[in-house]
C-alpha cells in the first residue's frame, strides 16, 4: 500500500479493535499488491470500500467522533484515501469530526415539524438541564410520539427512550380489511415461529412454485406502484432488473424514511420484520438477484436489531442462503446503517453512501435497472411496496386489485401526525378521503388550520380539502401529493410561520450540496423566508424571486430534492398561511 | 478518461438542435451536438480532458419527452432526440444557476462565467444585502499555489485532476454537505502535510481563480497582474523524455505561470511539479 499518504495520526487500540471487528466480517477487505498483480485491472479503491460506513459508525461509537487517528486507521485497512473518507464521514448527521468537549452520550431532540408543535424545545431544556448533552437535528421518523428523542451511545448501543415504554400506535388492530398491517400486534416480532403461525413464509412457498416470471407478471398486473413518494410502477422495475441477464444483480429495501412526518415503515420493520424479509427474498428471486441488502436509517435501532435478528433466524431455517427453500436459488441479505442524511433515501444517493462514497445522487438515466448498486442492475424498494408483494402473490393480482381504485389500486400506509387524537400508522384504502383518514385517527383534536400531506417534500392543503380522495391521481390533480403517505395536521393554535420557516431550514440542512440549483437556490430561499418573516410582507419582488427559485430548482437540480424543495413554502403561501395575512 | 472514449466510431445518431438536423457518433454527448452545430452553450464543471459531474447545471437544455431539463455535457445523444437550448426554461435555469453562484461566490476572476451572466440576464443584487457567502479566507501555505474558497463553485473539477481523472493522488475531496460542503484535505491539514504532490493540474482546470499561482496571487495583490500584456511560449519540458508541452506565460520577462494545452496528446493539459513549478532556475534572482 504504498501510494496512499496519511498524516501521522494514529488510532487508539479501542479503535483498530472496532473497525478489526467490522473488517472481520468480511475476511480480507483489501486485495494486495501481489494480488492485484495477478489480477490486474481491478480497480483497488472498490474492493470492500462498501465497510467504510460501518467501519465509521464504529468509529463514533467507540470514541464519540472521527478521529484523525481512527479515520487514518481505517481508510489505510479499506485503501480509501484519507481525503475521500473524510469527505465521506464529514456528510453525515451522526458523525462528529470535531473532538467533543463532553464524554457521553448524545441525545437528539428532533425540531422538525410533529416535534415543533408538540414541545420539543422544552423536552431539549429539561434535558440539558438534566446534564445531557443534547443535539438538535432534523426528524427522528417518531412523529406519532412526538417529542422524538435518539440516543447515540458512546461505547454502548444506540437507543430510543420511547421503545421502551411506549405502546404501539396502531388503532386497528383486529380490522379484518388490513392487507399489509394484520399481523402488526398479533405476531411476536421476534419469532420466526410466531410468524410461521400468522401465515409467514406462505407467499414464498406460493412464489417459488409460480416461477419467476409468474411472480413479476402478478406484481405488474397488480398496479403496485413505489410507495416513497415517486410511485413508479413496481412490476415494470423488477421486469428490468431481470431482463439483464448474465450480470450479479442485487434487490434493495430502502429502509432509509427520513421525510418528515414519516414513521411508516419503521413501525412495520419493528412489529413485522419478517414481512420484510420474506418480500425481500421473492424480490431477489423474482429479479435473480443473489445479493440482498437493507439500508435503513441510523436513528432506527430497533428496527434494525429486529431484522437482523429475522434474517439470522431466516438463514438458519433455510430461508436465506445457497438454497432458498429448496428452490435452487442462492440469497442472503445483509444490513446496512446510514449515519443520518435525509438525501440517502433518493435511490442513488443511498447506492453511493452504501458503496462507502458520498450519499449524492447520480445522474439519470443510466436507471438503477440497469446501473444501481456497484453499478450492477438493481432493484430497489421500500418496505410497504415490498409487503404489498406478499398479498399479491398469495391472493392474485385480480383480487388485490379488488381495493382502491383503477389507477390507484391496494391500501395505502398513512402516517397521521401533529393534532389528531390517536396519532400512528393506518392502512385503507386508496380513495378513502383526507376527513374518513382524519376520523379514524380519532379526528382532530382542534379546529384544523392546514394539513401538510408527503411531508417537508410535499405540500400544504387547508381544511376545504376533507373531501379529497387519496389516491395518486385525484391528489396530483389538486395540485399535492400523497408522497409517503404524511399526513400531519395543524390546528388554529399553531404558528404556521415557524413550521414553514423550519421546512426551508430543513432543505438548507439536507441539501447534498452538489449541484448548484440545489445547494444555493435551498439557502436562498430559506433567507427570503426568514426575511419575510421579520418584514411582515411579502414584496412583490420576493414573491417573484421565490417562483424564480423554485422553477430553477425544479428544473434544473439533479434530483427529488432539489425538484419539491420549494412545494411546501409555495402552497403555504398560496394558501395564505404565511407571508401577509398573520 | 477522454471524450475519445465514450465514441462508438462509425454509428451515427440524428438529433435536432433548436430546429437544426445534427448527426454525432453514437455515445457523443447533447454537448457534442451542440459544438458540431455551432450552438454555444455556457459550461462551468464541464471540460474536455475530465470525466463530466454534471453538477453546475448551467449546460442545462429541455429536451422532448423530458421532465426536467438534462445536462448536456452528460446525456449521450439518442436517435431522434429533439432539444431545445434556448427555450424560456433553459434561460430561466441558465440565468438562475449563474445568479447563485454571483450571490454568494467571488466570480470577479471567472472570466469565462462574467460574460454568461451578462448574456443571461444575471441580476445578483436582487438576493438582498448579504447573502451568506463562502466566508473563508485566502489558505497560503507554501510559496507554489493558493486557494482562495470564497471564489469556489465547487464544480468538483479539481477533486476530480487530482483524483480518477489525471493525477490519482486524491488529497482533496469534497468535504461537509449542502452549503457548507468545501473542498478539503482530511481534517483539513494543510497542503504539505496531505497527500498533495504539487502538480498543479487543480490549477490547471480550475474556472474561478479559486486556486492559483502563487506567483499570479501576489502580483493581483500588488494590482501588477496584466494579462492583456502576456505573451504565451510553447516549449517541451526540459526535465524527462515524456515530451510534455508546456505553455510559459510571461509579463515582464519573467515566467508568471505555467500551463499545457489540454488538446496535447501527451498532457491531456496535466503537468506534473517540475513541469508545472520548476522553472524558477530560468529566471533566479542572481542572474537578474
Known sequence: ?582 | MTVADKTVSGTKVSITIDGQPVEVDQGQTILDGCRSAGVDTPTICYADNLTPVNVCRVCVVEVDGNRTLVPSCSRPAEEGMVVHTDSDRVRHSRKMVLEFLGSGVDLSQATEIGPWMDHYGADTARYGESPEGMNETVKIQDDLYIRDYDKCVLCYKCVEACGDDAQHTFAIAVAGRGFDARISTEFDVELPESACVYCGNCIGVCPTGALQFKSEFDMREAANWRPEEHTVTTTVCSYCGVGCNLELHVQDDTIVKVTSPADHSVTSGHLCVKGRFGWQYVQPPTRR
Not at chain 1, 54 to 65: D, F, M, R, T, Y
Request: hydrophobic residues 40%; negative net charge; proline residues 5%.
Open chain 1, 1 to 582: 500500500m504504498p501510494d496512499l499518504s496519511f498524516t501521522d495520526d494514529v488510532a487508539s487500540a479501542g479503535e483498530k479493535a472496532v473497525v478489526d471487528e467490522v473488517l472481520a466480517v468480511a475476511g480480507t477487505a483489501v486485495i494486495f499488491e501481489t494480488d492485484r498483480l495477478i489480477r490486474a485491472g481491478l480497480a483497488r479503491r472498490n474492493e470492500r470500500r462498501d465497510l467504510l460506513l460501518p467501519a465509521l459508525h464504529a468509529l463514533q461509537k467507540e470514541s464519540g467522533w472521527i478521529s484523525p487517528g481512527g479515520l487514518n486507521y481505517a481508510c489505510d485497512q479499506l485503501q480509501v484515501p484519507p481525503a475521500e473518507g473524510y469527505g465521506v464521514a464529514s456528510f453525515y448527521e451522526l458523525f462528529r469530526m470535531e473532538e467533543p468537549e463532553h464524554e457521553g452520550d448524545v441525545v437528539h431532540v428532533c425540531i422538525d415539524a410533529a416535534c415543533q408543535v408538540a414541545g420539543n424545545e422544552e423536552l431539549a431544556q429539561r434535558l440539558e438541564a438534566e446534564g445531557n448533552h443534547v443535539h438538535r437535528g432534523p426528524c427522528l421518523g417518531q412523529c406519532e410520539r412526538a417529542p422524538a428523542v435518539f440516543i447515540q451511545g458512546l461505547r454502548k448501543p444506540d437507543s430510543v427512550p420511547a421503545d421502551a415504554d411506549n405502546p404501539l400506535a396502531f388503532h386497528q388492530q383486529g380490522d379484518p380489511s388490513l392487507r399489509l398491517l394484520h399481523r402488526l400486534g398479533v405476531v411476536d416480532p421476534t419469532s420466526l415461529g410466531s410468524y410461521l403461525e400468522n401465515g409467514g413464509y406462505k407467499a414464498l412457498a406460493k412464489a417459488v412454485e409460480m416461477g419467476a416470471d409468474a411472480v413479476i407478471a402478478a406484481v405488474r398486473d397488480s398496479g403496485l406502484s413505489g410507495r416513497g413518494g415517486a410511485a413508479f410502477p413496481t412490476g415494470i422495475k423488477w421486469r428490468g432488473v431481470a431482463d439483464e441477464t448474465g450480470r450479479p444483480r442485487h434487490v434493495v429495501a430502502n429502509c432509509d424514511e427520513s421525510e418528515p412526518g414519516t414513521f411508516k415503515d419503521r413501525i412495520l420493520m419493528e412489529n413485522d420484520p419478517f414481512s420484510v424479509i420474506e418480500s425481500l427474498i421473492i424480490a431477489g428471486l423474482a429479479t435473480g438477484a443473489e445479493r440482498g441488502w437493507i439500508y435503513i436509517r441510523g436513528e432506527y435501532p430497533l428496527a434494525t436489531e429486529r431484522l437482523q435478528n429475522a434474517i439470522d433466524q431466516s438463514r438458519q431455517s433455510g430461508y436465506l442462503g445457497d438454497d432458498v427453500i429448496r428452490s435452487g436459488k442462492r440469497f442472503d441479505i445483509e444490513i446496512r446503517r446510514g449515519a443520518g442524511a435525509y438525501i440517502c433515501g433518493e435511490e442513488t444517493a443511498l447506492f453511493n453512501s452504501l458503496e462507502g462514497f458520498r450519499g449524492e445522487p447520480r445522474n439519470k438515466p443510466p436507471f438503477p435497472t440497469t446501473h444501481g448498486l456497484f453499478g450492477e442492475p438493481t432493484s430497489i424498494n421500500n418496505p410497504e411496496t415490498l409487503v404489498n408483494v406478499l398479498d399479491i402473490v398469495v391472493r392474485g393480482a385480480d383480487v388485490y386489485r379488488e381495493t382502491g381504485t383503477e389507477r390507484s389500486p391496494g391500501t395505502k400506509l398513512f402516517c397521521v401526525s401533529g393534532h389528531v387524537a390517536n396519532t400512528g400508522i393506518y392502512e385503507v384504502p386508496f380513495g378513502t378521503t383526507l376527513g374518513e383518514l382524519i376520523d379514524l385517527a380519532g379526528g382532530a383534536t382542534g379546529e384544523i388550520q392546514a394539513v401538510l400531506m408527503g411531508g417537508a417534500a410535499g405540500s400544504f392543503v387547508g381544511p376545504d380539502a376533507m373531501d379529497l380522495p387519496l389516491t395518486l391521481e385525484a391528489t396530483r390533480e389538486a395540485g399535492t401529493t400523497l408522497g409517503s403517505g404524511v399526513v400531519m395536521v395543524f390546528d388554529t393554535s399553531v404558528n404556521m410561520t415557524e413550521i414553514v420557516v423550519r421546512i426551508t431550514e430543513f432543505f438548507r440542512g439536507e441539501s447534498c450540496g452538489q449541484c448548484v440549483p440545489c445547494r444555493v437556490g435551498v439557502v436562498r430561499q430559506h433567507e427570503t423566508v426568514v426575511e419575510l418573516t421579520q418584514k411582515g410582507t411579502l414584496e412583490p419582488v420576493k414573491a417573484q424571486l421565490i417562483d424564480d427559485m423554485a422553477m430553477a430548482m425544479a428544473d434544473a437540480s439533479i434530483c427529488g430534492l432539489g425538484h419539491t424543495a420549494a412545494g411546501a413554502l409555495q402552497s403555504a403561501l398560496r394558501l395564505g398561511l404565511i407571508g401577509g395575512s398573520q
